[in-house]
């Protein structure tokens, strides 16, 4: 009976720090993508410049907003959509993705487009080719999800199987997709734009997302694997 008791207290600590973990994951990507949005004001200087303000704040978007809801909707702690059917959520993941590939493509074409206008060079920083390096996979993994939606293209190729490389692969694409926004922050116009201690915390909330999503997709391609053995 004590063991019961203790082990029933482990599990509602568990799933209190998970569901933590997850509501604490939609408010820094939401207050962390309307900053940004804030900062960038885009569309509101200059011709030129307005071009440029497009770049941070669609890239924010696609990757800290979308991205991570996207992800988000199958966190069994933290999902707003936790009492809809699955095929629910995967209908509401695969907008939320439509959405984050065109917002990137996007904020590439408006950086791409802004430096030509200016004259100057394309992709010479490791935040530019690291960004077209994870705008060329996202959009990749998001055509190879395909037939996760029409399994008949997929002859020969179980559905499980592609669930688990789907899932593999779109946490190596969130990874880059944080490492990229977390360069930007280097650049010389966000560090030109805030304080220091406006850096630093920009910066722990990209991490601390990374780290939540990187922890419920782990645990949950884990439980798979184990239900699966």
Not at 9 to 19: G, M, V
Not at 69 to 88: D, N, Q, R
Not at 122 to 128: D, E, I, K, N
Not at 134 to 156: E, F, I, M, N, R
């Amino acid at each position: 009976m004590v063991y019961n008791k203790e082990n029933g207290s482990e599990l509602r600590i568990y799933a209190w720090t998970r569901t933590a973990s997850a509501v604490l994951s939609h408010c820094l990507c939401i207050v962390f993508t309307v900053f940004i949005a804030v900062l960038s004001r885009p569309g509101t200087i200059s011709f030129i410049l307005g071009w440029f303000s497009w770049h941070p704040f669609l890239m924010t978007l696609a990757f800290s907003f979308f991205m991570t809801e996207a992800i988000l909707l199958f966190s069994p702690y933290g999902s707003p959509l936790k009492k809809f059917s699955h095929k629910t959520k995967g209908c509401v993941h695969w907008f939320l993705q439509v959405s984050c590939v065109s917002c990137a493509v996007l904020g590439l074409a408006a950086i791409f487009y802004n430096k030509h206008l200016n004259g100057k060079p394309h992709f010479t920083s490791w935040h530019g080719l690291l960004g077209l390096f994870t705008v060329c996979v996202v959009g990749l993994q998001s055509v190879a999800a395909v037939p996760l939606v029409y399994h008949s293209l997929a002859k020969g190729w179980s559905l499980a199987k592609l669930k688990r490389y789907h899932t593999a692969t779109g946490l190596v694409t969130y990874l880059l997709g944080s490492a990229s926004l977390l360069l930007g922050l280097s650049s010389a116009w966000f560090t030109g734009s805030v304080g220091e201690y406006t850096w630093y915390l920009s910066a722990l909330s990209s991490a601390l997302n990374a780290l939540i999503i990187m922890n419920q997709v782990s645990s949950a391609y884990t439980a798979k694997k184990r239900l699966q053995s």
